[in-house]
């Protein structure tokens, strides 16, 4: 299906939402920060990225505005999962190039329909 990187730094919500998209067929590669997957997405390319907003070293925002500016992901979708469910925090994550917003915790049905649904498949 899709190759996908996952940023999160929390370790059990990385091996959640790897379990729930290798089960459903994706591949996955995760990254526990913005930098760390910004360097990930430099040496190999994904059809989606899904981050957390709040981490370390360059938060989830910042990736999604740092990896828009690159050729290869100007029109990859991009999906924020995360606790924060503030439209202004929305609001900043779609000007910096959000295609979707997933609110924490979420079941793996949610998560799965809406990478299908960003994916187009």
């Not at 079941?107 to 994916?119: D, Q």
């Amino acid at each position: 299906m899709a190759k996908i990187l996952a940023v999160d730094d929390s370790p059990a919500i990385r091996k959640m939402v790897a379990s729930v998209l290798k089960n459903a067929g994706h591949s996955l590669t995760s990254a526990e920060d913005g930098i760390e997957a910004s360097r990930v997405a430099n040496e190999d390319s994904f059809e989606l990225i899904i981050t957390d907003v709040h981490m370390p070293n360059m938060n989830g925002i910042e990736l999604i505005e740092t990896l828009r500016q690159r050729p290869g992901y100007q029109h990859t979708p991009m999906l924020v999962l995360t606790t924060e469910s503030s439209m202004e925090m929305k609001q900043k994550g779609r000007a910096a190039g959000a295609t979707g917003w997933i609110v924490k915790p979420f079941n793996p049905e949610s998560l799965i329909a809406a990478v299908s649904k960003v994916l187009g498949r």
